[in-house]
């Protein structure tokens, strides 16, 4: 067994991850003026954060030291411990603006549907790197994946749609990266634009939108409250008036006024656009936001427009570009391995850190309808931050213990 060392692993991706953390460590501690306020503590939310990044890298380093098809045998117990903690925040989750997300553990407020993602992407990957042949994917695979992959997108979903929406996304690109034929995804392809247009029209119909999301409303999402259970037919439905504001609100199109927009109806799409408007293009500098004291989740959901505001369109810019290098330099590291387990895990990990932060950006900006995605490894978080260290100390662990293609060891 190798010696333990504390930086393994591609020298490209820590780079990436430690500017990460540099942006993250800044913009949360401008971005957190609103929890100052409230607790009355001026350093204790920015080092709650500095702590869990630092519990992460421990984390990570640890990973990175581990061999990368060990990874094989924690998957059934991975899967295991997600799928009973998604059962279980139904039963005793905590709701956040009306959603159960959240599962508290002496204190410490543990999301199961971020390891339901890992979760997933380690069991896709083994599934499809077991049943490669010379000839492709054999044609069996796509049933062991589904088999896996829709019950856990069904449970998140009743909470978080955007999660597991993000999640199939990551699970198809991985199927068309392991090969998978045409002739499966095609059909496949059909029945999920199919679902999409169903539940677009369920949610239309039945979704209810008397009480307008206030501002008021939107600072819940500052709190964890408890709420009554509803039956299961209530939690199925239950987030569909939720839903369908956000969906009309981001379809409805054409500009408004200012004189016009409500403000408390649209707090944080409004806060958002002044914050980026407010940037002038080239920021006002670390720390001088002003939409932070404003901005509902501004250390979490909408940081994004926090870097924009304060770092102006170059440092978004460079944001963007962190995570373009960190999906590509993974895709480099998948091609120099042997073995497609430790490609597979690799690019499946990547594709599902990207997306998420990709799909942040757009609803910053307003490219996307309103929903409760971090920016993964900059925003302020609990568990999320943790495991978001994890998954990078595999890839880092495929990139030093994977066995490389012959010819590609030395590049």
Not at 199 to 214: N, Q, R, S, W, Y
Not at 298 to 326: M, Q
Request: proline residues 4%; glycine residues 10%; charged residues 15%.
């Amino acid at each position: 067994m190798s010696r333990f060392q504390f930086k393994k692993g591609d020298k490209v991706i820590w780079i990436v991850f430690f500017c990460l953390c540099i942006i993250s460590i800044v913009e949360v501690f401008s971005a957190s003026s609103g929890l100052t306020y409230k607790t009355g503590n001026f350093a204790g939310p920015i080092l709650r954060h500095v702590g869990l990044l630092l519990v992460g890298i421990a984390c990570m380093v640890g990973v990175s030291n581990v061999q990368c098809k060990y990874f094989k045998l924690a998957t059934p117990i991975v899967l295991f411990v997600a799928a009973v903690s998604l059962l279980l925040v139904l039963v005793i989750g905590q709701s956040t603006n009306g959603a159960s997300r959240w599962i508290n553990i002496a204190g410490i407020q543990y999301q199961p549907s971020e390891l339901a993602k890992g979760a997933t992407v380690l069991a896709v990957a083994q599934i499809l790197s077991a049943m490669q042949t010379p000839g492709g994917t054999d044609k069996r695979a796509i049933k062991y994946i589904l088999c896996i992959a829709v019950p856990i997108c069904f449970f998140i979903f009743l909470e978080n749609f955007s999660t597991a929406l993000l999640l199939a996304i990551v699970v198809l690109a991985m199927m068309i990266v392991g090969g998978v034929p045409w002739r499966q995804l095609g059909p496949l392809l059909g029945l999920c634009a199919g679902a999409a247009g169903l539940f677009l029209f369920l949610v239309l119909a039945f979704g209810k939108v008397d009480e307008p999301e206030t501002k008021e409303a939107l600072t819940l999402t500052e709190k964890v409250v408890e709420k009554e259970k509803p039956t299961f037919f209530g939690k199925v439905f239950h987030r569909f008036g939720t839903w369908k504001k956000r969906i009309i609100k981001f379809t409805e199109g054409g500009e408004v006024a200012p004189e016009d927009f409500d403000l408390d109806e649209d707090a944080q799409v409004g806060h958002a656009n002044i914050a980026i408007v407010k940037s002038n293009g080239y920021g006002v500098g670390p720390g001088n936001s002003v939409q932070r004291d404003w901005l509902s989740q501004a250390y979490s959901d909408f940081i994004f427009a926090i870097i924009i505001e304060e770092l102006g369109l170059e440092g978004a810019f460079g944001v963007c570009l962190l995570y373009i290098v960190l999906l590509f330099r993974t895709s480099y590291i998948a091609n120099r391995c042997e073995n497609s387990f430790p490609a597979f895990l690799a690019m499946g990990l990547a594709l599902m850190l990207t997306s998420q932060a990709m799909f942040n950006m757009m609803v910053a900006v307003g490219l996307g309808p309103v929903t409760g995605q971090p920016l993964p490894l900059i925003s302020r978080g609990g568990t999320s931050t943790i495991l978001n260290c994890i998954y990078l100390g595999m890839i880092l662990s495929v990139s030093h213990t994977a066995k490389k293609n012959p010819g590609l060891e030395n590049i």
